[in-house]
């Protein structure tokens, strides 16, 4: 496998972000099929209902990362959460309403990030994460891990991430961890 640096990775808006919906599906489907998301062709479908309609959003960022050959091994994408986010809501434990507080810029709702196993624990995760976030307006960051997803989650908290605490994202969804990252 060649090294991480020659995966380039690319911010996107959200029109640009739309056009690449195939290279984003393909990476998420190929990493939510596996252990512990197991989500199905039907599951993909709802997240891709949902991804056009996100990139629309105002304040829209997604990063893709593309091998030499440009094959797409890593995504990431979110937006400013909206006042009205039922994010906060999903969580098991209520918490302070201050922290709950939203108004359309306060936090950044990161609402994938995945990279494809051939590629993973070289960087490039973080370097989609980063691109991301460059240039960011909000407070702070928003996101949801898979509670099983332990890697992920050592990966955000040495990231400086800390949990808010368990959520429930939607219904029928497995538990996942509501994590936080201050940006000021």
Do not use: K
């Not at 512990?36 to 990362?65: M, Y």
């Not at 995760?125 to 332990?150: I, K």
């Amino acid at each position: 496998m060649p090294p991480p640096a020659s995966v380039t990775v690319t911010r996107l808006d959200g029109p640009a972000t739309a056009r690449a919906e195939q290279a984003f599906r393909t990476v998420y489907a190929e990493v939510f099929a596996g252990p512990p998301h197991h989500e199905t062709e039907e599951d993909v479908a709802h997240a891709f209902r949902r991804f056009a309609s996100q990139t629309r959003r105002a304040g829209f960022r997604g990063a893709l990362a593309r091998d030499q050959a440009g094959n797409p091994v890593g995504i990431a994408y979110g937006h400013p959460l909206p006042p009205e986010t039922p994010w906060w809501g999903n969580l098991l434990e209520p918490v302070d309403a201050e922290l709950r507080r939203e108004d359309g810029r306060r936090t950044f709702g990161l609402m994938e990030l995945a990279v494809r196993e051939a590629w993973r624990r070289r960087g490039i995760a973080r370097r989609l994460h980063d691109a991301v976030l460059a240039g960011v307006d909000c407070e702070r960051v928003l996101l949801n891990v898979h509670s099983g997803n332990t890697a992920a989650a050592a990966a955000y908290r040495s990231w400086g991430y800390g949990r808010i605490g368990a959520a429930l994202p939607s219904e029928g969804a497995d538990l996942h961890d509501l994590m936080l990252l201050p940006l000021r």
